[in-house]
């Protein structure tokens, strides 16, 4: 499957994080999540073979990275209050059909 | 403006009382709808992928439908492990993703 780490964290406004995913082996694309408590997940980015393929609308202050091995980052700088939410990662083969998800990084931002 | 839709927002049902949840959308073009089961504390679990008007999957005890502006996910005599909040997702050309923020389903024995 996805795995996340950390599952949790706690940083201060200001700061910066790296979220990290390892994607469900044989998949090569990847997605990044933000989903606040009660709410459906919000789409970040996309990468596929190591590029960005689409992003949503978040800040460029949210950027992420995929190497060879599939795995991937997703660093947020300059964290505000309102970043505090969990962080989903989500892997399929080619972009396409379901996407397999992890269970989260919890990020809150004090 | 691209968005998702579902309703109801929340939904108990008895225990084998059938029921349908519904996700309406409006994309600029229409790669995919899909559907996902979220329990508490964890990630989204996939369920269905539908790709055109008049598709249809079914597992165990759901069956999901697609229209040119709206999905239904029907829930056939469901059991107490059906609980779970169900999101509806669909992505458009141009690889944007857009989330509904679920049907939260309770299902009491």
């Known amino acids: 499957g996805v795995t996340q780490s950390p599952t949790h964290l706690i940083k201060t406004r200001g700061q910066q994080v790296t979220l990290r995913c390892s994607s469900q082996s044989g998949h090569n694309t990847v997605s990044w999540y933000q989903q606040a408590l009660g709410q459906g997940p919000q789409f970040i980015f996309q990468y596929y073979r190591k590029e960005e393929n689409g992003r949503g609308n978040f800040p460029p202050r949210f950027s992420g990275l995929q190497f060879p091995n599939d795995s991937s980052e997703l660093n947020v700088n300059a964290l505000e209050l309102d970043d505090s939410a969990l962080y989903l990662c989500?892997?399929?083969?080619?972009?396409?059909?379901?996407?397999?998800f992890g269970s989260g990084t919890r990020l809150t931002v004090v | 403006e691209d968005q998702v839709t579902q309703s109801p927002e929340a939904l108990r049902l008895q225990e084998g009382e059938s029921s349908s949840l519904n996700c309406s959308y409006t994309v600029s073009g229409l790669r995919g709808l899909f559907w996902y089961r979220q329990d508490p504390g964890k990630g989204p679990e996939f369920l269905f992928t539908?790709?055109?008007a008049g598709e249809e999957k079914e597992k165990e005890r759901l069956k999901a439908t697609l229209t040119k502006k709206e999905s239904f996910l029907h829930i056939t005599a469901p059991k107490p492990e059906d609980s779970a909040t169900y999101l509806c997702?669909?992505?458009?050309?141009?690889?944007?993703?857009?989330f509904g923020t679920g049907t939260s389903l309770t299902v009491i024995p």
């Open positions: 997702a669909v992505q458009a050309y141009g690889n944007q993703f857009y």
């Open positions: 989500a892997s399929s083969l080619d972009g396409t059909g379901g996407y397999t």
């Open positions: 539908l790709y055109s």
